[in-house]
Each structure stands twice: as C-alpha cells, then as structure tokens.
C-alpha cells in the first residue's frame, strides 16, 4: 500500500494534492502562532497603555495580558464546535472557515480604536476578537494535521502530519523578524502610534495564501470515503466522550509536557535569563530564535523518524529527556554564559520536536478515522487548558515563591510523567483501518465516470 490517495479521473494532470496540503496545513498553524507571538509582544508593550489605562502602569500590563489567556479559554468551544463539524460537513470547510475568522479576528485588532478614542468599548472590543481568535484557533489545528495527514500515504503518516507542527517555530521567527523589523524602522513614539498595528494588518498576506491554497484542495480522500459510505457520525462529540474515552485521554496527557517544555523554552526562558541570569533581553532573544530556526527541520524530521521506529516508543523516551533536561540546564546556565544558554535552549527543544514532530499522527492515530477531527480537536484544546496556558504564570509563581529553579524542574518533570502516562495508554497505528479506506476509496474512484481527454 503506497497512499490513501486515490488517482481521481477528473483530477489535471501533474497536480500535487499531497504537497498544498502539507503548505495547506502548515500556513494555517503558522497564522496561529504568529498571532500568538505579536499578541504576546503587543500585550507587554503596548496594550496596557493604549487599551486599560491606569495610574499604575502594571496594573495596566495584567488586564493586557489577560486578554491573552481568553484566547487560550475559548479555544475548548472552537474544539467542540468546528471538531464535530470537521467530522460532519467535511475538512475543507471547516478549515476554511477557521482560518478566515483567526485571519479576521487578528486583523481587527490592527485597526481597533483604543481606550482614549472610544473609552470601554475598545478593551471590550479587543476582549471580543481575542475570544474569536480562540475560538477559530481550537477548531484549526485538528484539522491541519488530518490535512495534510489523510492525503498522504497512512506509512509515512509521522512526516505528512507534521506540517502542523512546523507552524509554531515558523509562525514565531515570522513574528519576531516583523516586530524587529519595526523595532529597526520606528521610533518607540511611532510604534505606540501605529507601527504595533502594521505586525497585525500583516497577518493578512497569510491568509490570503493559506485560502488560495485551501480552495483549491479536494476534500480529504478519508472524508470522501466516509462520506461515500455513508458513515459520518451524527453527534461525534457524544461518541468521542461515550465510546473512546480511553484514546482521549491519552491525547490529552500525550500534549502536557511538550506544551509545558515549549513554554519554558521559547516564553519563560527570557524572564528567567533577564531577571535570574542578569543578561539581556536580546542574547536570551537570539538563543530563542537559534533555537526555533533548528525545530523548522527537527520537527519534520522527528516525524519522519517516527514512522521508521515506533512512534509511542520515540515519544515516550522522548518525554523521559523532557523530564531530566531541566535539571542539567538551570545548573549549565547558573553562571550567566550565553553560549552554555544557547547550548541549553537548543538541548530542550530539541527533545521538545522529537514529541512535537510525531504528536499530531499520534493524536490522529488514537481516533477512529470518523471521529478524528472531533478527538483531535477536543484533545489538542482540553490539553492547552492545562498546559501551555497555565505554564508561564505557574512557572513565574513558583520562581516567585522559591527564588530557586528546583520547582520548576520538578513541575517539568510531574508534566512529563503525565505524557509517559498518556503514550502508554495510547495505541499503535492501526493499518487495518488505513487498508478499509484504501479499499472504499479504490470501489469509490472505480466508479466515477470518465472525463474524455
């Protein structure tokens, strides 16, 4: 069995379905995280003072930021609304509609009057396209990964499915050259003004692509033969919760400690660096950027490793190094040296793309193919509750209340042993189920009628 990929007669001839879905599936989450990464900037620069003025400008600061953490509380009814529609309706459009209200949202917010124009309707309003941005990224990312993994062949389904989880790295360094960019190009003055807006408006050209490429993908051959077989789910959230809690679970646990490493790594590493280490924010920035530039390759290829060996065995030794490495990094990096931080920071995210690269197939790989849009969905947002979302402010909590690096490295390790607990409950790919679809979508195409040439 080479591909689900079925040869249709009425596809052109030297199309490449299996390639815009991996560009398809990538331009969409690196949307995501480029909105995460100037939402971050701009609420630490900018927000507090433009849109919750305050005598105490930290105050101000703390109702920026929690804007931010709505966009992580929405995206559970994003998982629940567009994963049963993805299992429904389709893929195509579901994912079509996700990436138009992120691009939206995100674009909104450039051009949103501020606190000093129309008073408290512009934090409301801000509040309001955080919560869409959320809502749009929960119903994404399930579906950019079967994208490009339900187009590509079931065997090397580590390498297709991981074009989702190139995004984040690439969606990062995207952000940050633009906000350096402006940086470079603007007085303070002129960025408060307008030049904050430009890193938002920009989000645009990434939508547009993303949508050129999406409308002219078929739908998935998966959800074809679903479809042609009269077999989509009717209420697919009810069957993820009734009939595979164990496979969500397992998702679930599987996220925990690649979003906690991924947090301390790109986001809680410049705090600890600036405040704990005494350097400055740009060498703690450019270890961060060295770092994510390497995971653009590491995490394809951790994907890609993943189909040659055991996926369950990679992530699970994987999530064993998660839990050691910040013991050895907090003492490698006590004195101060940016070359031992880069060292280090590369060390965990490294370890972090040999989870990442092979966790979406793996989430995909825990549904049965009817209901993987909703479990991957439910999985990936239910995780980021209790994960990526709480990480950096219980990492500034514990710092705070110890003033040492110990708590941290223990609170690492506990999210480790959750993900060794949730590969471990996990199941291998299911070929069987790869070879029912091939076979549904050979009798479908069979019988398709011809298109004279």
Known sequence: MQSTQPQSKDRPAGSNPVGRAFVASLTGTA????????????????????????????TGTILAFSTYAVGYLSRPL??????????????????IATLVLIGVATMLIGVLPTYGTVGIA?????????????????????????????????????????????????????????LAALGGLLSDA???????RVAFLLSGALVGFGLWIRTRLEETPVFQAIEAARNRPEAPVREVFRDQPRALCAAILSRVAPDVLYAMFTVFVLTYA???LGMSRGSALAAVLIGSSLQIF???????????????????????????????????????????????VIGGLVIHSLMYGPQAAFVAEQFAPRLRYTGSSLAYTLAGLIGGAVAPVLFTALLGAYGAWLPLALYIAVTAVLTIAGVRLGRDADHAEDEEFDQLNARRTAALPSVPS
């Open 31 to 58: 949307l995501e995280w480029y909105d995460f990464a100037v939402y971050s900037a701009a609420a630490a620069l900018v927000f507090g003072d433009l849109f919750f003025p305050s005598e105490d400008p930290f």
């Open 78 to 95: 994003g998982g629940f609304v567009f994963g049963r529609l993805g299992d429904v309706v389709g893929r195509k459009k579901v994912l």
């Open 122 to 178: 512009a934090p409301v309003g801000l509040v309001l396209l955080r919560f869409a941005q959320g809502v749009g990224v929960g119903g994404e990312w399930g579906g950019a990964v079967l994208l490009s993994a339900e187009f590509g062949d079931p065997k090397r389904r580590g390498f297709f499915a991981s074009a989702a989880q190139i995004g984040p790295p690439a969606g990062n360094l995207l952000a940050n050259g633009v």
């Open 190 to 196: 002129q960025f408060l003004s307008w030049g904050w």
């Open 274 to 276: 600036t405040g704990e």
């Open 298 to 344: 590491l995490i394809p290829l951790a994907g890609a490793l993943s189909d040659r060996i055991n996926r369950r065995r990679l992530y699970g030794w994987s999530a064993v190094a998660a839990g050691i490495w910040p013991f050895v990094f907090f003492p490698m990096v006590g004195g101060g040296s940016w070359p031992l931080l880069t060292l280090g």
